[in-house]
């Protein structure tokens, strides 16, 4: 089974570097002579220079029905064109594309074209932190005017609270947790909610409390 990597730039050179540690025969096709000349110097991969919408090109590769093809061209339209060729004239069953226009996964879904989108990968990323702006930003709106605080502090790998239950700290009194940022989720915390390392902590306190919050969550 191949690897057939068709299009892009840099993404394909760390795509393929990962699969050929892995153990994989890895085929690129690009029409950049120059990207091409690269990739032959620096990976153990074969290298075919030319249109990946071309079937002549793609000939050069022997496809068979099992291997697996990667299309990384910046056009959806382009992207496409080459699935639907390699699937009609080789009989691909795995093809895995790289999505530009969401409002195009329907089309590629509808023959089985598996879809890698931009913009999702992007929102599932920053989601989270929209979401963590708003909470902190409507919080500080909320306690700016009672004399109250709202703080973020990341818990390190050698504080006393880590793989603690919330229950079990022994909170100061007027500082209040509100909620925990935990990789790319948001926990609303619970009295069983465990405390792990590189949480971010976000706690309502009496502004002159600020102090004890970080020591506490920090040592």
Same mark, same amino acid.
């Given at each position: 089974?191949?690897?057939?990597?068709?299009?892009?730039?840099?993404?394909?050179?760390?795509?393929?570097?990962?699969?050929?540690?892995?153990?994989?025969?890895?085929?690129?096709?690009?029409?950049?002579?120059?990207?091409?000349?690269?990739?032959?110097?620096?990976?153990?991969?074969?290298?075919?220079?030319?249109?990946?919408?071309?079937?002549?090109?793609?000939?050069?590769?022997?496809?068979?029905?099992?291997?697996?093809?990667?299309?990384?061209?910046?056009?959806?339209?382009?992207?496409?064109?080459?699935?639907?060729?390699?699937?009609?004239?080789?009989?691909?069953?795995?093809?895995?594309?790289?999505?530009?226009?969401?409002?195009?996964? *329907? @089309?590629?879904?509808?023959? =089985? /074209?598996? +879809?890698? $989108?931009?913009?999702?990968?992007?929102?599932?990323? #920053?989601?989270?932190?929209?979401?963590?702006?708003?909470?902190?930003?409507?919080?500080?709106?909320?306690?700016?005017?009672?004399?109250?605080?709202?703080?973020?502090?990341?818990?390190?790998?050698?504080?006393?609270?880590?793989?603690?239950?919330?229950? *079990? @700290?022994?909170?100061?009194? =007027? /500082?209040? +947790?509100? $909620?925990?940022?935990?990789?790319?989720?948001?926990? #609303?915390?619970?009295?069983?909610?465990?405390?792990?390392?590189?949480?971010?902590?976000?706690?309502?306190?009496?502004?002159?409390?600020?102090?004890?919050?970080?020591?506490?969550?920090?040592?």
């Amino acid at each position: 089974m191949k690897i057939i990597i068709i299009g892009g730039e840099r993404v394909p050179y760390f795509l393929a570097k990962r699969l050929i540690a892995q153990g994989y025969d890895v085929y690129f096709v690009n029409k950049d002579e120059e990207l091409c000349e690269e990739y032959s110097r620096t990976l153990s991969a074969t290298v075919v220079l030319g249109d990946g919408t071309s079937k002549k090109v793609l000939d050069q590769l022997e496809i068979d029905p099992k291997d697996i093809v990667v299309l990384l061209t910046e056009r959806d339209r382009k992207n496409f064109f080459i699935a639907r060729l390699v699937q009609e004239y080789y009989g691909v069953e795995n093809v895995v594309t790289l999505l530009n226009n969401s409002e195009n996964r *329907d @089309l590629f879904e509808r023959y =089985g /074209i598996r +879809v890698l $989108g931009v913009t999702d990968l992007i929102m599932k990323n #920053i989601e989270p932190l929209l979401f963590e702006n708003e909470v902190i930003t409507t919080l500080e709106e909320e306690t700016k005017m009672r004399g109250a605080t709202v703080l973020k502090v990341t818990v390190e790998w050698d504080s006393h609270v880590i793989r603690k239950k919330i229950k *079990d @700290l022994s909170i100061p009194e =007027g /500082i209040v +947790v509100v $909620g925990i940022m935990r990789k790319d989720k948001f926990v #609303i915390p619970r009295g069983e909610t465990t405390i792990e390392p590189n949480d971010e902590i976000i706690v309502v306190c009496a502004e002159e409390k600020s102090s004890e919050v970080l020591a506490f969550f920090s040592t």
